[in-house]
């Protein structure tokens, strides 16, 4: 999923890029993109499941991601526990160290990111000097930048890099001792007076979900909301905050609450 800072239509060159474009006003991630997000994850999911021939209380996910205030939204958890999807928020300051993607994936992708898009947009003259006064326009550069992204990806974003970085941080397979041997945790450090489980309550408790839920829409939470919101959540979460792209490949199901019992409710 590619962000686009206040772009409000897709330039037509980029629509035949393998990409999922989404905008933002202020460029950055915010939490009805998260629940974008959410729903492309679940369809690569379901996608899997469905590959395995298995139904989603037979395979349970997790989704670990960092304590970004874009992760903490009521509609998303509940979005992902329908499809029994756990949704891990990591500690506060803690993804130098136990988010896979800053342990290994980051890194290469930056030096192949800068590599890629040096190639494409450093001119030389007949001597062989750098041109640096050559001038691009704003959707040249928007082009380039998103393809040399996307192709870095395909060469960093490997399965054994992934791997490797899970591995890396502790996570999997299981190795408590490989974050504690990280360089950036201080020997006989002094844990904080105060701990903050901010990120877990909300996750846990229904009281704090319903604070989330009332900041979210301005009312207390109902019984009616459990999954009327989560119906409207996959019906319009794509024309949230202006968002677009190609249209996903994939049906969603959602019983949906009736007067005379329950719907099945297919969500494309």
Same mark, same amino acid.
């Given at each position: 999923?590619?962000?686009?800072?206040?772009?409000?239509?897709?330039?037509?060159?980029?629509?035949?890029?393998?990409?999922?474009?989404?905008?933002?006003?202020?460029?950055?991630?915010?939490?009805?993109?998260?629940?974008?997000?959410?729903?492309?994850?679940?369809?690569?999911?379901?996608?899997?499941?469905?590959?395995? =021939?298995?139904?989603?209380?037979?395979?349970?996910?997790?989704?670990?991601?960092?304590?970004?205030?874009?992760?903490?939204?009521?509609?998303?958890?509940?979005?992902?526990?329908?499809?029994?999807?756990?949704?891990?928020?990591?500690?506060?300051?803690?993804?130098?160290?136990?988010?896979?993607?800053?342990?290994?994936?980051?890194?290469?992708?930056?030096?192949?990111?800068?590599?890629?898009?040096?190639?494409?947009?450093?001119?030389?003259?007949?001597?062989?000097?750098?041109?640096?006064?050559?001038?691009?326009?704003?959707?040249?550069?928007?082009?380039?930048?998103?393809?040399?992204?996307? *192709?870095?990806?395909?060469?960093?974003?490997?399965?054994? =890099?992934?791997?490797?970085?899970?591995?890396?941080?502790?996570?999997?397979?299981? *190795?408590?001792?490989?974050?504690?041997?990280?360089?950036?945790?201080?020997?006989?450090?002094?844990?904080?007076?105060?701990?903050?489980?901010? =990120?877990?309550?909300?996750?846990?408790?229904?009281?704090?979900?319903?604070?989330?839920?009332?900041?979210?829409?301005?009312?207390?939470?109902?019984?009616?909301?459990?999954?009327?919101?989560?119906?409207?959540?996959?019906?319009?979460?794509?024309?949230?905050?202006?968002?677009?792209?190609?249209?996903?490949?994939?049906?969603?199901?959602?019983?949906?609450?009736?007067?005379?019992?329950?719907?099945?409710?297919?969500?494309?």
């Amino acid at each position: 999923m590619v962000r686009l800072p206040q772009k409000k239509t897709l330039d037509a060159e980029l629509e035949d890029l393998d990409a999922f474009f989404v905008r933002s006003e202020s460029g950055w991630m915010n939490k009805y993109l998260f629940m974008v997000y959410c729903i492309m994850f679940i369809c690569k999911v379901q996608e899997k499941r469905s590959q395995m =021939n298995v139904f989603d209380a037979q395979v349970p996910c997790l989704l670990i991601v960092d304590g970004h205030p874009s992760r903490l939204s009521f509609l998303a958890v509940r979005l992902l526990s329908a499809f029994n999807i756990e949704l891990l928020v990591l500690p506060g300051h803690t993804s130098h160290i136990l988010q896979p993607l800053d342990v290994g994936i980051f890194s290469p992708l930056k030096a192949q990111f800068k590599k890629l898009f040096d190639m494409a947009t450093i001119r030389y003259d007949q001597q062989g000097h750098m041109v640096i006064n050559y001038v691009w326009n704003a959707r040249e550069l928007r082009y380039i930048m998103v393809r040399s992204f996307l *192709d870095a990806c395909s060469v960093s974003c490997t399965a054994t =890099n992934v791997e490797n970085a899970f591995k890396a941080t502790g996570i999997y397979p299981l *190795d408590m001792n490989k974050p504690l041997a990280s360089r950036y945790i201080v020997a006989n450090g002094v844990p904080p007076a105060r701990p903050n489980f901010v =990120n877990d309550k909300v996750l846990t408790d229904p009281n704090v979900m319903m604070q989330v839920f009332q900041m979210e829409y301005g009312r207390p939470m109902q019984q009616q909301d459990w999954y009327f919101n989560l119906f409207v959540a996959m019906q319009s979460v794509l024309a949230w905050n202006g968002a677009y792209g190609q249209v996903l490949s994939c049906e969603l199901h959602l019983l949906y609450p009736t007067a005379g019992g329950f719907q099945k409710i297919q969500l494309k």
